[in-house]
Each structure stands twice: as structure tokens, then as C-alpha cells.
């Protein structure tokens, strides 16, 4: 691997070409395109939204795009637009969130499994087979039916559902490192474990990492407006992409833009991650997560 | 086939369902509101809520609960409804084999058009039809199943396009064709996310394999490229596609909540979400486990089937 040749060359030398990687990688820029303008939408809020986004109009419900509301308004006649932006800072929220969770939990699970090996490993990755085997949306809903739901509550329940795919991959890649050589140099010098979890295998690990955490965010976000689809998520008023399809559902016949715009968000923004999750993984090359160890 | 590797299968399979059957038991009864209230409402006397709490068996410590729980669990036997008092396993059964049909046959269609076009895919790599496959898979992959159901339904199910019924089942004694009627829209919409998934874990391996040295020596060799790919390469580049369907299964075990409700399948997702909105609990904790335990059943033969057939595994064992 090029960074492992590149131990001796100073950082200064050895970060440009990944930086020019990323910063060319094709698929990675298609994402950031679709992905930074939601993001900095749900940011702005209230700055960029034209309406308040829990404002009726009465008299314009189910109003069609283009004319005062540019994608029309919902069945209380709330602008569509504005209920998209801020719907968008509840469902990023949740997708960074759980995913941070997850990397947080996941991450020191993952490099202890596979820097201490043994019967460590074996107890922590067999507790995360068994966490792995609840299907996802099932293991969401058992956490939302006992904790009240809201929106801290769906990221701490996407969040454990994560936390052990990120063990996992954490440990396979920590598994393949610590058997380099300039780890068991360290050991050599008698380094004492922390450094040598923290100053030499993680630096070396935060490529598959980085790569399954991006992927984690579309995925996240999917499970969490489909949770809010089923009515355990943030709940109204608060704008929110899964509870507004529910929604328009129900309306579909009067308009069905209201389905469409919620929608066509939840898409590109999925989309995105999943897209800049594989430029990622072309260009931090995921091979070394060590599969077939 | 090595009989130690089974039984550690087996035993690991068994610890899974042990444990999970705990954590659901230990989150359920953690839960706020009490089973009597439930049943009675909130305004029962204090006597009718003791009699129902010792026909429940709640007035018992909690530990023996809890192995009259997992006891039930490996035996089959979850209770019986609050809300209507049937047998758990009454209401759950007909409706998981409902569930199941489902299941299968979106697996079927994921299976039939993944994989060739994964195999495309991988042989015209780079070129136009990699490139026209794999765009449209992100698609797939980023479609929510209650956006494709709900846009399955809108334009399907009604003039001028009203091909499919909106709903319902429809069992197969009464006829196969409207069985299949019924069933084909709700798979087609849970397929949209496993679908591509398949397609680009098809993609991905078959790549590799086709890279691999035995491929390069077939080549070399002078094998025409159509046997290359069909007889050498097709064997074990499909092999991780099996532990891939496997773990949808998982993913539908799940998706079944949402498409169930959306098309009014009498399955068991519909009926989780029932259960939850009643509260009721022992049919919430057999619909969190027995799906989970199916899962569990699907992941063990998957391995298996996979120990089966990749010559590598064998040999290291023999």
C-alpha cells in the first residue's frame, strides 16, 4: 500500500496526492454536487426557506408548482418548498447523528477486537453477529416502542443498529494493520498499547472506516424517515421527508407534488452518500480491510 | 462437509435466538403502561386488574417470567394476545407463511434479474452497459420501499393503467394467477434496494474473478472468452452473491412492515404495527423474534450452502 512505502517521507509529501485523489475522484464529485446544496439548505433554515414552513394558507391548498409557492403546498396549503429545506435539516441531523453514534461505539469495539485477538475478539465480535442477526428496521422499532420517539431517541436506536457493521469493519482492518511492521516496531520500543491503538493503527484504519461510514449516512437516513414513515419518528410538527410521504399519501389525488418533492430530496440526498461512499472506497481502496483473513 | 463446523453452527444459532429472545423480553418489560391497563383500559377497579395480572401470570417474579419467556420461545409459544386473546402462535402463523410467500418470491425476481445483469455488468466493464447498469442501480439503491411501493401503487393500480389490484391477498387454492396478481406489485416494490444491491455485489465479485490468475491462465490458454466467463468464472464469482441474499432477506424481514401496511398484506408486518399502536405485547415480541429467527435460519444455511460449494473451504478442513 502507497502509505505504508510512504512511512519515511514526511506528512507534508505524503498527503497531496490523496487530497488530489479525492478532490478528483469523478464519482466523489457528482455527490458533493447533489449533496452540498441540500446540506447547506437544512442549514440556512429558516434563512433560505420563503415561507415558514408550519404557516397554512387555507385557500391555497394542494396548490401546484410554479406561481406564489414555487413547488406548490401541502393539503393545510404549507409551502412545499420550506417544508423540504427544514424536512431536510431533521433527516441529515439524524443521518450524520446516528452515524457518529455509530463510528463512536463501533470504532473502539472494532480496533480492540482486532488489536487484541483471542477470546476478546471472539466474545465481542460473536455479541455483534447476534446484534447484526435483529433485521434493522425491527431492531429501530423494539428501541422506539420502549423509548418515547424523537429525534434523539431514532438516532441512539440507528445508531446501536450500526455500531456493530462498523465494529466489524474496524476489526478486519485492524486485524490486516497490526501485523504490519511499524506496529510491531512500536511494540518493539515498548510503546505502550493506547499509543500503539491510537497512534499507529487507527491513523492506518480510518480508510475502510471513513468509507462504510459514508455509506452508513444514505442508510441511515433511509431507516429513519422510513421509521417516521410508520409514525415513531420526530413527529409533527416538525417538518420531516418520511412523515411528509406519509402524508401526501394520503392526498395523493389531490396533488401529487406533495408525494413528489419529499421524495425526489430523500433520493438525491441518499443518492449522494451512497455515490461519494464508492469514490471514497475507489480511491482509500477498501481491499485493505482484509476479508479473507 | 465437516460435522464439528456444523455443530458450532448450530450452537451459535441457538445462543442467537437465546440472546435476542432476553433483549426483547428485557426491553418489553421495561416497557411504560401496564399489560392490565391495556387490556381493561385505564379505568378498571383495582381487583380487575390483579385478576388479570394473575391470569397473565404477572404477578410471578420477574426471573420466572423471563424462562417461561425464552422456554416459550424455543418451544413456540408466545402467550396469547391482550387484545383478543388468541394464541399468539394462532394469529402469527398463517400470517408469517403470507409473509413468506412475499419474501420468496421478491427474492426469485431479485435473483432472476440481478444477477445477469450484474454478470453484464462485470463482462462489458468501463463500457456503456456498465456504465448504463450501474448508474441505474444507485437509483435502486437510494429508492426507500415506500416511495417505489407508493409510485407502484399510484401508477399501476389505477385508470388508465390499472393492472395490478391495490391490495390484499389472495390465497393459492383459489387460484394461482390471482395469487401471483396479488403478490407481484408489494415484491416488485420491496425489490428496488435488494435488487441493486445483488446486482452490484454480482458486479463487484465477478470483476474480481475475472481478474484473478485462473481466469488470465484460461485465457492464455486460448478458452473462448463466452466459456471463460459462463463455465470458469461464473462458479465462483457467484459464490458471495449467496451470503448477499442471505442478508436481504434480513432487509426484507424488515421492508415487510412498510410494504405490508402500504399494500393491506395480511402478513406479519402488518401485523407488528398493529401490535405496536395496541401495545400489545406478546404478539410485538413474536413479531421482533420470529423474523429475526427466520433471519437467523436464513444466515445459518447460507453458510452452509456456501461451505458446500466453494472447494477452497473443504479442502482447508479435510
Known amino acids: 500500500m502507497a502509505t505504508e512505502d510512504a512511512t519515511a517521507e514526511t506528512d507534508g509529501e505524503r498527503l497531496p496526492p490523496i487530497v488530489t485523489a479525492l478532490a478528483t475522484n469523478r464519482r466523489i464529485l457528482v455527490g458533493l454536487a447533489l449533496l452540498v446544496p441540500v446540506v447547506v439548505a437544512a442549514i440556512l433554515g429558516e434563512a433560505v426557506a420563503p415561507y415558514d414552513p408550519t404557516e397554512t394558507h387555507v385557500a391555497q391548498r394542494y396548490a401546484g408548482p410554479g406561481g406564489q409557492f414555487i413547488l406548490g403546498t401541502d393539503h393545510l396549503g404549507r409551502d412545499l418548498l420550506s417544508r423540504v429545506i427544514l424536512g431536510g435539516r431533521t433527516s441529515l441531523l439524524l443521518g450524520f447523528g446516528a452515524t457518529a453514534l455509530g463510528l463512536t461505539l463501533g470504532v473502539p469495539i472494532g480496533l480492540l477486537a482486532g488489536y487484541v485477538k483471542g477470546r476478546t475478539d471472539e466474545v465481542l465480535m460473536r455479541v455483534m453477529d447476534i446484534i447484526i442477526s435483529v433485521p434493522t428496521l425491527l431492531l429501530g422499532l423494539l428501541i422506539l416502542v420502549a423509548l418515547p420517539s424523537n429525534i434523539v431517541n431514532v438516532i441512539l436506536a440507528i445508531g446501536v443498529v ?14 490486516s494493520v497490526s501485523e504490519q511492521e511499524y506496529v510491531l516496531a512500536a511494540r518493539a520500543r515498548g510503546e505502550s498499547n493506547s499509543y500503539i491503538l491510537f497512534r499507529e493503527i487507527l491513523p492506518n484504519v480510518t480508510g475502510p472506516v471513513v468509507v462504510e461510514g459514508s455509506v452508513r449516512v444514505g442508510y441511515a437516513i433511509m431507516i429513519g424517515t422510513a421509521l417516521s414513515f410508520l409514525g415513531l419518528g420526530s413527529g409533527p410538527p416538525n417538518p420531516d421527508w418520511g412523515f411528509m410521504i406519509a402524508t401526501a399519501r394520503e392526498h395523493i389525488y389531490q396533488t401529487p407534488w406533495f408525494l413528489i418533492w419529499p421524495s ?27 476479508e479473507r483473513q | 462437509m465437516n460435522y464439528l463446523y456444523l455443530l458450532k453452527r448450530v450452537a451459535i444459532a441457538g445462543l442467537s435466538v437465546f440472546v435476542v429472545s432476553s433483549v426483547v423480553f428485557g426491553v418489553t418489560t421495561l416497557l411504560p403502561g401496564s399489560a392490565a ?8 377497579t383495582e381487583e380487575a386488574v390483579q385478576q388479570v395480572n394473575e391470569d397473565l401470570g404477572l404477578d410471578r417474579p420477574v426471573y420466572v417470567q423471563y424462562l417461561d419467556f425464552v422456554g416459550g420461545v424455543f418451544t413456540g409459544d408466545f402467550g396469547e394476545s391482550l387484545i383478543s386473546g388468541q394464541p399468539v402462535a394462532e394469529i402469527l402463523w398463517p400470517r408469517l407463511l403470507r409473509t413468506l410467500q412475499l419474501a420468496v418470491v421478491a427474492m426469485l425476481i431479485s435473483m432472476v434479474v440481478a444477477i445477469p445483469l450484474g454478470i453484464v455488468a462485470a463482462a462489458f466493464r468501463d463500457r456503456a452497459p456498465d456504465f448504463l447498469i450501474t448508474s441505474g442501480s444507485y437509483v435502486g ?3 426507500p ?18 393492472l395490478f389490484p391495490k391490495g390484499g391477498y389472495v390465497p393459492p387454492r383459489e387460484g394461482l394467477v390471482e395469487w401471483f396478481h396479488h403478490l407481484l406489485l408489494p415484491a416488485l416494490a420491496m425489490n428496488t434496494v435488494i435488487l441493486a444491491y445483488v446486482l452490484r455485489q454480482t458486479r463487484s465479485s465477478m470483476v474480481e474473478t475475472l481478474e484473478s490468475d485462473y481466469i488470465r491462465t484460461a485465457r492464455l ?43 393491506a398484506y395480511p402478513g406479519m408486518g402488518e401485523m407488528i ?4 399502536e395496541n401495545r400489545d405485547l406478546p404478539l410485538i415480541q413474536a413479531g421482533i423474534l420470529v423474523p429475526t429467527i427466520a ?23 479435510e
Open chain 2, 221 to 263: 490458454k486460448g478458452v473462448a472468452e463466452r466459456n471463460v466467463l459462463f463455465k470458469h468464472a461464473l462458479r465462483n464469482g457467484l459464490l458471495p452473491t449467496i451470503t448477499v441474499l442471505a442478508l436481504n432477506f434480513g432487509w426484507m424481514m424488515g421492508s415487510v412492515v412498510i410494504i405490508e401496511q402500504i399494500f
Open chain 2, 145 to 162: 420501499s415506500f416511495v417505489s411501493a407508493t409510485l407502484l401503487l399510484l401508477f399501476l393500480t389505477t385508470p388508465p393503467l390499472a
Open chain 2, 141 to 143: 439503491l437510494s429508492i
Open chain 2, 273 to 276: 404495527v398493529q401490535a405496536i
Open chain 1, 264 to 290: 425526489l430530496a430523500l433520493l438525491v440526498t441518499v443518492m449522494a452518500t451512497n455515490v461519494i461512499g464508492d469514490g471514497l472506497r475507489d480511491v482509500l481502496d477498501p481491499r485493505v480491510t482484509g
Open chain 2, 295 to 317: 433471519f437467523i435460519t436464513a444466515n445459518f444455511a447460507a453458510d452452509v450452502i456456501y461451505t458446500m460449494l466453494d472447494p477452497r473451504i473443504n479442502l482447508g478442513e
Open chain 1, 162 to 175: 450500526y455500531a456493530p457493521r462498523i465494529a466489524r469493519v474496524t476489526r478486519s482492518a485492524t486485524l
Open chain 2, 37 to 44: 391497563n391495556i387490556v381493561l383500559g385505564t379505568e378498571a
